[in-house]
Structure formats: C-alpha cells, structure tokens
C-alpha cells in the first residue's frame, strides 16, 4: 500500500465518498441525497455531476493505471470514507481489486466480477443452475444469419453488433433471440434478494443494440416473473451477489431467456425516487411498503447529426447528464438522459417523444 498518501496526515482533509463509474451523476445524487460529500472519477464530468459534487475528476477510462493516478491525487486533499462504483468498473476487475485493498468498496467484491465476465466457465454455470439462456458459441457460427457477436466486456449494449465478421479474442457468438427485452431491479445481502420492480427496456435501434430507455410496466406474465424470481435465487446463492443489481432478459412466446447480470447500481435506480436505495445497496436489504402508481421512464436521447454544445443552453429540469459548453458530440454518442412519467405506458412513451424531440430541435440545432 505504499502508493496510498498517509492519510494520518490529512486529519483537516476533509472526507467523501468516492463515486467511480462511467457516468457518475446518478450515484453522485443518491451520495449527496443521504447526507454524504459525493467526491466523483467518470468518464465526462457533466454539468449536473459537478453541480452535485464537491470535485469531478474526468478520465479516459477506468483502467488501473489511470484510476490509480487520479486516486493518489485525490487524496493529498481528501480522505474517502468509503467508495461506490457503477457501470463500466465491471470491465476493469483489476481496478476494483485495487480500490477494494484500501478502501471500503460497497457493493460486489471484485472475485465475483472476475466470475460474471468469465463467459466461458459463467454460460456453463447458468447450464448446471438450468437457466436457460441464447445459445453461445466461441468458435465461429456455420451459418451466421440470426447470430450476434459479443465483447466479453461491455455495457449498456455498446459494441454489440450482428455476425458479418469473424469475432476477436474478447468476444463471442451468441444467437440472436426474438422477443421482448427486460430487466428486474434487486437487493441481495449474498444469501437472499428483495425484487424492487420489472421493467421494459429498449434499443437504439434493429441494428444498434446500445441501451435506450428503460420504463416501469408489470406487464410481464406471472410465469416468466416466476422464471426470473428462480433464477435469481439461484444466482444470489451461487455468486454471493449483494448490494443492488439488476438481471436482463428477453422474453416471448416460448418462454424466458437469461442475458445478462448488471453486478452493480443500474439506470433502473432513478425509477424509485420513493425509496432509499443508497442504504439498501449498502446493507443488501430494504423494506418495499409501498407501490408507485405512476409509470416511470428513462431514454437516452442519441445525437443524430454531429453536433457541439453551445453557451446559454437552457437545459429543461427533465434533462440529465448535461454535456458542458463547447462539448463535441459525434453521431450515435449520447448527448444526455431524459425522464417522463404517467399513469400508462402510451402517455408515458409519448412524453419521453416529446422531451426527446424537445433536445433534439432546441438543444442540438439552436
């Protein structure tokens, strides 16, 4: 631990938590909301997380060597109290091994991260626990028509594309399942979970499977909620999941079927403003009372053309994940997160239409 500052001899530091991931505005919030000093390492220091914040810290990306500088920096003026990390540190295992040997890291320990990108040995496992899933291969499909090709590591979807190439060494086949796309939101204390909310989520587009919105809507049939209730017992059993998480899956006529494990806080944490999320990640337990009536979404609104934020942009208050001034955005980068809400999925859809037609036409062509 000789990299790490003394901190004895920062006594009149004065002390955060660390929110690392990708895009650190969501947990920044929910740090902030509880009482705590959110200090903040993500990938675009947007305007919202460093209104949030006491100090952003933007990086290229969450590898070792980048996080371990900025954190050593950190802490000449800073004593962490403790760290949480969201999406993108699942991609980096040897980062949270770090964090975790000198920090308290709430949420899942590193090990388990190792064993849920470990696709090989992880798609076995699912066959031994009988979830079913998409079928996988590691060597190339005979006929690649309805195949997709995977990176080991991704998220929210991105670098996922369909089989017209061979696949690189950290990547993989899997066959392309018709259907529609969910996700359940959880709390697990490594024994037992709590099932917060069923969600629909969707695409950007047939061809670009990088995540675009996700919505409350119990729709679900009782049985494939059951399906997913089964697996998730099993999971958290197995991995020793804890802290709050989310599963993935398609469903259709034929039945449900596993995607994936988001082993951290998920977008679906803003669906649920009413409860306090932030202790029950920390605790891996919560005590659901109540049931919001409203339907609730989030989408990420895409830049279509190229595009570069100007000054005086009067972002609306529905609007998340501002990009700052003079900020360039290319085509099919996100350019910030919207939220609607209302009493039914149709009302609900047509609002986050409006809002994104509102970004497009007021904030990218002003």
């Keep these: 631990m000789s990299d790490i500052p003394d901190t004895g001899r920062l006594k009149q530091a004065q002390q955060g938590v660390l929110v ?33 914040a006491e100090q952003v810290w933007q990086v290229k990306n969450m ?15 800073y004593k962490i109290q403790w760290v949480i990390y969201g999406s993108g540190l699942e991609n980096h295992p040897e980062t949270l091994e770090y964090l975790a040997g000198h920090f308290c890291v709430t ?4 090990s388990v991260i190792k064993q849920l990108v470990a696709n090989r040995i992880f798609f076995k496992r699912l066959d031994s626990l009988n979830i079913a899933h998409p079928e996988v291969q590691f060597y190339p499909p005979i ?11 991704h998220v929210g979807g991105i670098g996922i594309s369909w089989c017209r190439r061979s696949a690189r060494d950290d990547e993989y086949y899997q066959k392309f399942c018709q259907g529609e796309a969910g996700s359940v939101l ?22 670009n499977f990088a995540f675009a919105g996700i919505m409350t809507d119990a729709c679900l049939a009782v049985e494939h909620q059951k399906t997913v209730c089964e697996w998730l017992k099993k999971l958290v059993s197995y991995f020793r999941l804890t802290g709050l998480a989310s599963l993935d899956f398609i469903y259709n006529n034929t039945g449900c ?4 494990i988001n082993p951290r806080p998920p977008a679906s944490m803003m669906l649920y403003p009413e409860l306090d999320l932030l202790t029950a990640h920390r605790t891996g337990r919560i005590n659901i009372t109540t049931e919001a009536k409203l339907i609730r979404a989030i989408q990420i609104v895409y830049a279509k053309q190229q595009s570069r934020i100007q000054q005086g942009i009067d972002w609306p208050e529905w609007s998340f994940d501002r990009p700052k001034c003079k900020t360039s955005i290319q085509v099919d980068e996100p350019v910030c997160s919207i939220m609607a809400q209302g009493s039914t999925v149709e ?11 509102h970004i497009e036409n007021i904030i990218l062509n002003r």
């Design 20 to 52: 690392i991931a990708n895009s650190g505005r969501m947990l920044a919030n929910a740090v902030r909301s509880a009482g705590y000093i959110s200090l903040v390492i993500d990938l675009f220091a947007d305007q919202d997380t460093e209104q949030l």
């Design 63 to 77: 590898s070792l060597a980048v996080i371990r500088e900025v954190v050593q920096k950190l802490l000449l003026s």
């Design 107 to 110: 949420g899942n320990d590193f």
């Design 143 to 153: 006929n690649s028509a309805d195949w997709l090709i995977k990176p080991t590591n």
């Design 186 to 207: 959880f709390c697990a204390d490594g024994e037992q979970f709590t099932l917060i909310g069923f969600h629909r989520q969707w695409t950007v587009t047939h061809d």
């Design 257 to 260: 079927y596993f995607l994936e």
């Design 347 to 357: 009302q609900t859809f047509t609002l986050l239409k409006s809002k994104q037609i």
